[in-house]
């Protein structure tokens, strides 16, 4: 496993090396670039398997290396380490399919932690290989119009949406299960579905749930249970309070 480490400041270049659990993470070898240039050097010349990516550097930006890796069908684990806690970068870090996004400072552990989090990821794609998604543009911010869910069907949008759409009657269906769908780390999924739809992604299926519950309702002749099972909930009690909490109307009231 070879970990590629890319910033402009040589002194958090040097840090991080030297906050690495190289053995314990399994890395075999680090390599070091200050620049967008100096890393796409390595990269044609190394076996690159994970790298720490700066966005504002000199002459070419982050994006722009991810871009030109892009264009070459370089796959890389890309983890975003950056000064800056700003929704377009982590917006744009999604079109590129990064695994997480990651605000300077950070401490050794969380460094560990995280390069643990994305090697175990990889190992994973290699154990079980499966077609990459296909990049998308950035999602766009939804006007909402008095909606919190209104949002554009673009890139990360539409495919979580399109995701639960077709897992609603899981009734296990989460966010680590969409994460690994979508090829996301789940904390940084959260982040970026909450700034999108402006509410969290337990909120948004239970919605889902319930719409597609009045639909069935009001549309079929499917009794309570067998509702309660298509929209994932099985447990008919815990459906009866969430749909009332929902509606103010029990199944029933509704269907009536």
């Known amino acids: 496993m070879n970990l590629l480490i890319t910033d ?24 070091t670039a200050y620049s967008a240039e100096q890393a796409l050097n390595v990269i044609r010349k190394e076996q690159v398997d994970l790298m720490l990516l700066d966005i504002e550097m000199p002459k070419e930006t982050g994006f722009e290396l991810l871009e030109r890796l892009r264009s070459e069908r370089r796959r890389i684990i890309t983890i975003i380490l950056s000064g800056h806690q700003r929704f377009d970068y982590a917006r744009e870090a999604i079109n590129y399919h990064c695994y997480n996004y990651l605000l300077k400072p950070i401490g050794k552990q969380s460094l560990n932690r995280e390069l643990s989090r994305a090697i175990s990821f990889l190992r994973s794609i290699r154990e079980n290989p499966a077609p990459a998604p296909a990049p998308a543009p950035a999602p766009k911010i939804g006007t909402g119009s008095g909606d919190s869910n209104k949002v554009t069907d673009s890139g990360f949008v539409n495919a979580v949406r399109n995701y639960i759409r077709d897992h609603l009657s899981d009734a296990d ?10 090829h996301l780390n789940p904390d940084y999924l959260s982040y970026c579905f909450h700034k999108e739809f ?4 337990t909120a948004y299926i239970n919605s889902k749930r ?7 309702l009001m549309n079929t002749d499917l009794s309570i249970a067998e509702i309660a099972e298509q929209v994932g909930i099985p447990n008919v009690s815990y459906f009866y309070r969430q749909f009332k909490k929902e509606t103010g109307k029990t199944p029933q009231q509704y269907r009536k």
Do not use: P, S
């Open 8 to 31: 402009d400041e040589y002194y958090i270049v040097q840090g991080l090396v030297g906050m690495l659990d190289k053995e314990e993470l399994g890395i075999d070898n680090v390599f």
């Open 173 to 182: 269906i989460n966010r680590v299960k969409i994460a690994e769908a979508m």
């Open 198 to 201: 402006n509410t969290t992604l």
């Open 210 to 216: 319930m719409d597609q519950a009045k639909y069935l």
